[in-house]
C-alpha cells in the first residue's frame, strides 16, 4: 500500500477509497450510538484521525481496515456515552436525542455478512425514530453500543465483545437485555401514512386553536417533552396528560401568532417543523398509537437545530 494522502490531496488509491467510503456507514453508526449529528461526526473525524496518524506499515498489518474503522469508532462511542451520563446531570431541562431531516440513512446497511436471527433484527429506518432513540438513552453504555451493533448492524457478538471488553456470552445478554427494554417501552409502530394523517390533523387544529380538536387527537396520557438546553424558552419537566398539553399548545400559540407549522418529516417519520420569521425554532417528533397522539418530542435547543437552519 503507498502512503495515504488525506482526503482533499487528490486522486484517491483505490485501497484508500474504500477507506473514505465508510464515512458515510460510520456517521450512520455513531449517530444511533449518541443520538447527536454534532457528535456522531466528530467520533468519525476522530477515527480518521487515529487512522492517518498510524505509519504505513501500520496501516499494511490491519487485515480489515473496516472493521478496524467500525471498531475504534464504537469504542470512542462507548467512552463518549459513559462521559454522557455525567454532562447531562447538569443539562438544564430534558434531554431529547438530535432530530436529523428528511432520510438521514446516510448509507445503507452493509456491515457485517455474519447471519443474525431475523427475530433479532431492527432495520435502519426503525432505529432512527425518535422513539427508538428515547428508549436507546435509558440503556447503560454497553448495552447500547452491544445492540446498535447486533441488532441493528449485524456484526456478530465476537466483533462486539472486542469493542465492549466483555465475552460474547455477556454481550449476548447486554444485547437480550437491550432488546427487553425496546419491547416494554417501545409502542408497537403505526403505518407512516395513519401517523402522518393524525400529525396533519393536530397541526390544523392547533392552527385553528381549537383545544377540543387538539384534546381529541392525543391519548388521554399523551406526554410532551421540550428540550431548551437553557438557551431557549422550554418547559423544564414533561407535560403529561391531554387537556395539560392541548393547552400548552393554545398558549404557545396566543404568545406567537406569527408562527408558521410546515410538515416535515423528522428522524424517518411525519413530524412537524415551526418557524418564526423563516427560521426554525422547533422541531416536533411524534409518536403514535391507533389514532391518538402518545408522545411529543420537541427539541428547541439552537444548537440541535443546526441541520434545519443551515439546511
Avoid at 46 to 57: F, V
Avoid at 85 to 91: D, K, W
Avoid at 195 to 212: C, L, M, P, S
Avoid at 285 to 297: L, N, P, S
Wanted: charged share 25%.
Amino acid at each position: 500500500m503507498s502512503t495515504p494522502s488525506g482526503p482533499d490531496d487528490g486522486p484517491l488509491d483505490p485501497s484508500l477509497s474504500a477507506i473514505m467510503s465508510e464515512r458515510r456507514r460510520l456517521t450512520n453508526l455513531a449517530y444511533r450510538m449518541l443520538g447527536s449529528v454534532a457528535d456522531a461526526e466528530d467520533v468519525v473525524q476522530e477515527t480518521y484521525a487515529r487512522w492517518y496518524a498510524m505509519s504505513p506499515e501500520e496501516q499494511e498489518a490491519i487485515d480489515t481496515p473496516v472493521a478496524w474503522l467500525t471498531k475504534v469508532a464504537s469504542r470512542i462511542c462507548l467512552d463518549q456515552l459513559r462521559s454522557a451520563r455525567v454532562r447531562r446531570e447538569s443539562y438544564v431541562g430534558e434531554w431529547i436525542p438530535e432530530p436529523v431531516p428528511d432520510r438521514t440513512d446516510w448509507t445503507d446497511a452493509g456491515s457485517a455478512d455474519a447471519a443474525v436471527d431475523p427475530a433479532d433484527r431492527v432495520t435502519l429506518d426503525e432505529s432512527l425514530n425518535m422513539a427508538f432513540l428515547v428508549v436507546l438513552e435509558s440503556m447503560t453504555p454497553a448495552e447500547r453500543v452491544a445492540f446498535i451493533l447486533h441488532d441493528v448492524f449485524r456484526y456478530p457478538f465476537a466483533d462486539v465483545a472486542e469493542v465492549v471488553g466483555r465475552t460474547p456470552a455477556a454481550c449476548r445478554q447486554l444485547a437480550s437485555s437491550a432488546r427487553r427494554r425496546i419491547r416494554d417501552s417501545h409502542e408497537p409502530p403505526t403505518p407512516t401514512a395513519q401517523t402522518a394523517n393524525v400529525v396533519r390533523d393536530f397541526k390544523q387544529a392547533w392552527e385553528a386553536k381549537d383545544i377540543g380538536a387538539l384534546v381529541g387527537l392525543l391519548d388521554p396520557g399523551a406526554t410532551l417533552i421540550a428540550d431548551g438546553g437553557g438557551r431557549v424558552s422550554a418547559q423544564l419537566v414533561p407535560i403529561e396528560g391531554a387537556d395539560q398539553v392541548a393547552q400548552l399548545a393554545i398558549d404557545i400559540y396566543g404568545l406567537a401568532p406569527d408562527l408558521a407549522l410546515l410538515e416535515q418529516t423528522v428522524n424517518g417519520q411525519p413530524g412537524l417543523v415551526v418557524q418564526q420569521d423563516g427560521v426554525t425554532v422547533t422541531v416536533m417528533a411524534f409518536e403514535v398509537a391507533g389514532d391518538r397522539i402518545t408522545h411529543i418530542w420537541a427539541v428547541r435547543n439552537p444548537e440541535k437545530l443546526r441541520p434545519w437552519i443551515t439546511g
